[in-house]
């Protein structure tokens, strides 16, 4: 069993995660209406990570006995200015869900749940290439940015990303 101040935490980071995939799917929209496909599968891709990581939480609330509380999901942002500050917004929110994981640590470490702070240890690591993989993207669109042929190509690089076998 979990406290209910831990259950409280993990449920509201379940509902973080699937934001997440809420907001990448949004920019995957403007990216289709931008006509930079490559881009948008990439954030499709991103999108169906978060959820699967929702429901490595929301499993995992359950195998300790707690109960699932599904909150309202915001609307998320649906326009852009560019490209580059689209990708900066996802630097910043994954900067934002590793505040959140480490928020997360700090209580299972507070609370002695030694079983919880197993559990996110995963998630810690993955934040390290979640931030990791959006800060090259910045720099990548940054140095691509105003030459139509780079950004040609870096749209069909991304355009490859496949969903990651976990």
């Known amino acids: 069993m979990v406290s209910e101040k831990m259950e409280k935490a993990l449920n509201g980071q379940l509902n ?28 499709r891709v991103q999108a169906e990570e978060e959820l699967e990581h929702g429901m490595k939480f929301y499993d995992y609330i359950i195998r300790r006995g707690a109960s699932v509380t599904l909150t309202a999901i915001e609307g998320p942002q649906t326009e852009w200015d560019s490209p580059a500050a689209a990708f900066n917004h996802v630097l910043e929110h994954e900067k934002m869900v590793t505040g959140l994981i480490n928020d997360l640590v700090d209580l299972a470490i507070e609370e002695k749940d030694h079983a919880t702070n197993n559990f996110l240890q995963w998630f810690v690591e993955e934040q390290v290439e979640e931030e990791e993989n959006a800060m090259e993207l910045v720099a990548k669109i940054k140095f691509a940015e105003g030459d139509n042929r780079l950004m040609y190509e870096l749209n ?11």
Request: aromatic share 18%.
């Open 16 to 43: 973080a995660e699937v934001y997440s995939g809420y907001l990448y799917l949004s920019m995957a929209a403007y990216f289709e209406d931008e006509d930079l496909d490559g881009f948008a599968n990439w954030m």
């Open 156 to 166: 069909k690089e991304l355009g490859g990303r496949a969903p990651s076998e976990d």
